[in-house]
């Protein structure tokens, strides 16, 4: 599987140095809206962006806009400094040649993976100033910084193979909008934080695996396992991601503590490969179904 990191920081010094805003909107279209744009009209709704608006959805997702970028912002700076672009391309190529022995069962051979910047003052602070994501319509990833920082720095590295697991993933089990289960959620994510972990160690989790008590555990973990079977996009979207982001969006809200799913989807994994000896590699070519009921999780 062939690796690729584009250079982003190079296409905002190419914005940050047009002359004037008109070019800067020119130059940014070019550059991020109109390679995001099958993305962006898919998503479109979800985020109630008006379709004739330009820059509509990248504003929803807090990126720096054109009108952000008439000088140098912090976090390209700080993560230029921080050698981030070449350390996010070493990780995706560590992350890809851990599936070369699998390459005659990839459904894809190349992963491109980018690097954009966000506004702090649109960005939800609960992110911890960093996130990321994949594009449903092309193998291709993206980190997004809006606060660079020496928590989130360091898992840098971490969430591009996450996201790049989820490009492998998605491919070997397509999902369903209507028939993808909380089960099938939960193991998704629980795989790919759990190969960021073997590539990276478990002192980089994310803050979505580790900041939850006993009690938080304990009511995601019985939640999960009472809807496990629950279908529908916002529901499953509700297990996962918590109360906080389904009031944020309009879901219906089942109790959960913030990223329950993910973090109940990461001690299912690992459960799953402490019992079996399994490696997170060969896990990942697995139904979801047989990772819970081997993992004894909620046995």
Do not use: C
């Amino acid at each position: 599987m062939k690796a690729t990191f584009v250079n982003t920081n190079d296409y905002y010094h190419h914005i940050i140095d047009a002359p004037d805003l008109p070019t800067r909107q020119q130059r940014y279209r070019a550059l991020f809206l109109q390679p995001w744009k099958p993305m962006m009209d898919m998503l479109g709704p979800m985020f109630n962006a008006d379709p004739a608006g330009d820059f509509a959805v990248a504003r929803a997702w807090a990126w720096l806009l054109p009108e952000d970028l008439a000088e140098v912002p912090d976090a390209l700076r700080v993560l230029e400094a921080s050698d981030a672009w070449n350390v996010a391309a070493d990780a995706l190529a560590e992350g890809a040649a851990r599936f070369a022995p699998y390459a005659d069962r990839l459904p894809i051979d190349s992963v491109e993976g980018w690097l954009v910047l966000a506004d702090p003052a649109r960005a939800d602070p609960i992110m911890r100033g960093y996130t990321g994501a994949v594009d449903w319509t092309q193998p291709r990833l993206v980190g997004q910084y809006d606060t660079p920082n020496e928590y989130n720095l360091p898992r840098l590295p971490g969430l591009v193979v996450h996201e790049m697991h989820h490009l492998v993933r998605l491919r070997l089990f397509p999902w369903d909008m209507r028939g993808t289960s909380v089960g099938d959620y939960i193991i998704h994510e629980g795989l790919a934080e759990s190969f960021a972990t073997a590539l990276f160690g478990a002192d980089k989790v994310g803050y979505f695996v580790s900041d939850f008590d006993a009690a938080e555990m304990e009511t995601a973990r019985r939640l999960i396992g009472e809807g496990m079977h629950r279908t529908g996009f916002d529901v499953i979207r509700a297990y996962i991601f918590g109360d906080y982001w389904a009031e944020r969006f309009g879901l219906p809200k089942v109790g959960m503590p913030t990223y329950g799913g993910y973090a109940i989807g990461y001690h299912v994994v690992q459960a799953y490969l402490e019992r079996t000896g399994d490696t997170i590699e060969a896990a990942t070519f697995l139904p979801a179904d047989t990772i819970i009921r081997e993992s004894r999780f909620f046995a």
